[in-house]
C-alpha cells in the first residue's frame, strides 16, 4: 500500500486479556515507531526500531508492553494483562531513517477500548 | 524532561481569517514539527523547522522558529473549512538523533464557512 497501515481500526476488549497490534509500514522505511495517543493529549513515544531491533524502548510504560518486528517490516505491538488505562489510540510510524528532515509517515492508528 | 505547550487549546474563526497558533519549549529545541491530525486518521506533515529564525511556508500556511529555538509559531493566511482539525508541535527529543519526537498537546482549529 501507499502508506502506513494498523489492524485493526478498533479493538474493544475486557480487562486482563492480552492484545496484539500490528502496523505495516511504507515499504522501504527501516524506522518503524509506536506511540500512544490520550483522549485530548498529544502522541506519547513508546518505542523506536530501526531495522529489526528496538534501538529504543524507553517510552513502553511497563513489562506488559511489549513490542517486535523480526524481519524489519512489519511490527505488532503486544500487551499482556490489559487495564483500563491502556485505552487509548496506539500510532505507528515508518520513515527513511536518521535522515533531516526525519518525516514520520503516520497511520491511522488503532483505537484500543479495555473494559 | 522536555514539554511543549501549545495555545490556543481550540480556535473558532471565520472562514477567511488569518490565525496562529503556538507552541513553545522549556529547552532548546533541536527540530521542530508541525503535524495535523483529523479525527479518526494519522498524523500529516506539514513542515519541520532546525534552524533559529528559519521560516517555511506551504501554500496558505507559514511555520517559524524563533532565534532562541524555543518558539515556534504556525500561521494560517485566509483559512478555509480544509484547514479545519488538530495542529500538533513535536519537538525532537532524542538530542538532535533525530527519531524521538515528544508532542505538545494540540490545538483544535474550527474554521466556520
Known amino acids: 500500500g501507499a502508506g502506513v497501515s494498523q489492524t485493526p481500526s478498533n479493538k474493544v476488549t475486557e480487562k486482563g486479556k492480552y492484545v496484539e497490534l500490528r502496523c505495516d509500514p511504507i515499504?522501504?522505511?527501516?524506522?518503524l515507531y509506536w506511540y500512544r495517543q490520550s483522549l485530548g493529549q498529544g502522541p506519547e513515544f513508546l518505542i523506536y526500531?530501526?531495522?529489526?531491533?528496538?534501538?529504543?524502548d524507553s517510552g513502553l510504560p511497563n513489562d506488559r508492553f511489549f513490542a517486535v518486528r523480526p524481519e524489519g517490516s512489519v511490527s505488532t505491538l503486544k500487551i499482556q494483562r490489559t487495564e483500563r488505562g491502556d485505552s487509548a489510540v496506539y500510532l505507528c510510524a515508518s520513515s527513511l531513517g536518521r535522515v533531516t528532515p526525519n518525516e514520520q509517515f503516520f497511520g491511522p492508528g488503532t483505537r484500543l477500548t479495555v473494559l | 524532561s522536555q514539554e511543549l505547550e501549545q495555545s490556543p487549546q481550540s480556535l473558532i474563526v471565520q472562514e477567511g481569517k488569518n490565525l496562529t497558533i503556538n507552541c513553545t519549549s522549556s529547552?532548546?529545541?533541536?527540530?521542530l514539527y508541525w503535524y495535523k491530525q483529523k479525527y479518526g486518521e494519522g498524523l500529516i506533515f506539514l513542515m519541520m523547522l532546525q534552524k533559529g529564525g528559519e521560516e517555511k511556508s506551504h501554500e496558505k500556511i507559514t511555520a517559524k522558529l524563533d532565534e532562541k529555538k524555543q518558539q515556534s509559531s504556525l500561521h494560517i493566511t485566509a483559512s478555509q473549512p480544509s484547514h479545519a482539525g488538530i495542529y500538533l508541535c513535536g519537538a525532537d527529543t532524542s538530542g538532535g538523533s533525530n527519531y524521538k519526537l515528544t508532542f505538545g498537546k494540540g490545538t483544535l482549529l474550527t474554521v466556520n464557512p
Open positions: 529547552k532548546t529545541l533541536y527540530g
Open positions: 515499504s522501504g522505511h527501516t524506522a
Open positions: 526500531f530501526q531495522g529489526t531491533g528496538a534501538a529504543d
